[in-house]
């Protein structure tokens, strides 16, 4: 691999998804220093390495699809392997979270942040049962407005979420609840799977969510997933728009 840029995909499991999105940015800087991986760095009085993360995951969520794009140093870095690169990373990575894969990334190669047009989420909910919630999604999924309150700058203002709710079903009940999956888009702005449960009625209340998927949208409106790497490029998860 001797582009000048990496692509990494990890995993968040267990106790380590209630870290903050800025303490998973730390910690992988300090994975990337135990790794020795020559990460170059911003000019100036104070340093950084250049690092960029996709989006955010919101805390106490998991995830098998997390990504980060990391810039190498070309006089520290003159090529670096996947396969040991993604072994070093694990081995440097807190309990909980593992480097799945990495590539090298082509010039020009839009950031993580604005090429994510969706993801796919498994929600947990509890106030239904299997039958029930799948009447409440129906009837949300027919209407053309799906209507919820969001806070901008100590204010709340009503969005309509419709247009960015691309798919989802109900899988059917678990233990504590009942389990979804949802296709959810994130432009202009990201719909949260507790908003998704909102809107329905009567509404659900969140137990857990787990990313499946982030999805980059493609010519001919195909999809991909950031990292293409053959044992992760799975197909979607199923739901039905």
């Known amino acids: 691999m001797t582009s000048s840029r990496v692509r990494i995909r990890f995993s968040k499991h267990g106790k380590v998804r209630f870290t903050s999105h800025r303490d998973v940015a730390r910690i992988w800087e300090r994975a990337l220093r135990r790794a020795r991986v020559g990460v170059a760095y911003s000019a100036g009085f104070n340093p950084r390495p250049k690092i960029a993360f996709g989006l955010a995951l919101s805390t106490g969520y998991s995830s098998d699809a997390e990504y980060l794009d990391v810039e190498l140093d070309p006089d520290r870095e003159a090529g670096v392997d996947a396969e040991n690169l993604?072994?070093?990373?694990?081995?440097?990575?807190?309990?909980?979270?593992?480097?799945?894969a990495a590539a090298g990334l082509a010039g020009g190669e839009p950031s993580l942040q604005h090429a994510v047009t969706s993801c796919t989420w498994r929600i947990d909910a509890a106030g239904a049962d299997a039958v029930e919630a799948s009447e409440a999604l129906e009837r949300a999924l027919a209407r053309s407005e799906l209507l919820v309150q969001r806070e901008r700058k100590g204010r709340l203002d009503t969005d309509d979420i419709r247009p960015a709710v691309l798919a989802a079903e109900v899988q059917g009940d678990i233990t504590d609840g009942v389990r979804l999956i949802a296709e959810l888009g994130t432009k202009p702005r990201a719909v949260r799977p507790p908003e998704l449960l909102a809107s329905l009625d009567p509404p659900l209340s969140i137990l857990r969510a787990h990313r499946l998927h982030q999805w980059i949208a493609t010519d001919g409106l195909q999809r991909r997933e950031p990292l293409a790497v053959a044992e992760l490029s799975v197909a979607g998860a199923g739901v039905a728009p």
């Not at 993604?86 to 799945?100: N, R």
């Open 86 to 100: 993604v072994a070093a990373l694990t081995a440097s990575l807190p309990a909980g979270m593992t480097a799945l």
